[in-house]
């Protein structure tokens, strides 16, 4: 395949990606954007799954959202989901003119969180996506979010937090940091043992800085993608387990879905779906399929 390196504008800021294309001479392929899991850059899962969507002849749009990696913005390393969510509409966009694609036929691959900022940018501009695949999708809303971060007293417990480090931020322009993942902090975004996050030969990249700005709390745990589902219509598949994170939300989800939509009960943990062979190659064969075959819009 063949990896260039592209630049595109959103909220004022450039960002920089890796669009994958498939071997080949043939005619413009489909395009897709591709969106890693809540923290992460492109050189995280989100390469991973573009590089194996090329490799199954779809060209394949990995970036770094605004605030991380090789894009600009400020804060750094910050989940603000509306941001994310603004910048793969400017993505999906971008690839809506790009020449080297089939403009037509562009869609979105969404892994964890990425899941959830894609449907939620697919209902707020359907026009630019044709098909989306969620991939261990981590769709969240208030109830799941109170089970997940310790009930009302810790979700209450970090937005304080994070109001705090915002009023910071807005006072003195310091932006308030812990590890995203820590075996001994317990403020970390991800308190525990990640090995995913923790081994350099698995997504402890050198472009990956581990570190997750507080001030992010109260937009991430606020964020309901569950509830923009009725507002998707383009068609949807998701590939999810029962032992990855929150197969109850790909549940709500599925019920509340208005356009047509496949869902594919895999074996796995959340982090096998990240760069388990077995697991990622069984999701990309399905990604790739239903991509290929519905991303006209």
Not at 42 to 62: N, S, V
Not at 77 to 92: I, M, Q, S, T
Not at 139 to 147: F, I, N, P, T, Y
Request: aromatic share 8%; with cysteine.
């Amino acid at each position: 395949m063949t990896v260039r390196q592209v630049e595109f504008r959103s909220g004022g800021e450039t960002l920089v990606g890796d669009l994958h294309l498939p071997p080949g001479d043939g005619p413009p392929p489909p395009a897709v954007v591709v969106a890693g899991s809540w923290t992460t850059v492109k050189e995280q899962m989100a390469g991973r799954y573009a590089r194996g969507l090329a490799r199954r002849g779809i060209a394949a749009l990995a970036f770094d959202f605004r605030g991380h990696g090789a894009s600009g913005g400020s804060p750094r390393d910050a989940e603000l989901p509306d941001r994310k969510v603004a910048d793969l509409v400017a993505a999906a966009g971008f690839l809506r003119r790009c020449s080297l694609v089939d403009t037509a036929r562009v869609g979105g691959a969404g892994v964890c969180a990425g899941a959830g900022y894609l449907a939620v940018a697919a209902a707020a501009e359907p026009a630019l996506f044709g098909s989306l695949a969620l991939i261990a999708p981590w769709l969240h809303d208030a109830d799941l979010v109170g089970e997940v971060y310790g009930g009302e007293a810790g979700v209450a417990e970090r937005i304080r937090r994070g109001e705090a480090a915002a009023a910071e931020f807005a006072r003195t322009g310091a932006v308030r940091y812990v590890p995203a993942v820590s075996t001994t902090d317990p403020a970390a975004a991800m308190p525990g043992p990640f090995r995913y996050y923790l081994d350099p030969a698995r997504g402890a990249v050198p472009q990956w800085p581990n570190r997750f700005a507080e001030l992010s709390w109260p937009h991430w745990l606020r964020f309901d993608p569950i509830a923009v589902a009725s507002r998707v219509a383009a068609p949807v598949l998701l590939v999810h387990s029962e032992d990855a994170a929150l197969p109850g939300g790909v549940r709500k989800f599925l019920a509340r879905l208005a356009g047509p939509s496949t869902v594919h009960w895999l074996t796995g943990t959340q982090f096998d779906f990240y760069d388990d062979e077995p697991t990622v190659a069984a999701a990309l064969d399905l990604a790739a399929a239903h991509l290929a075959d519905r991303s006209r819009g």
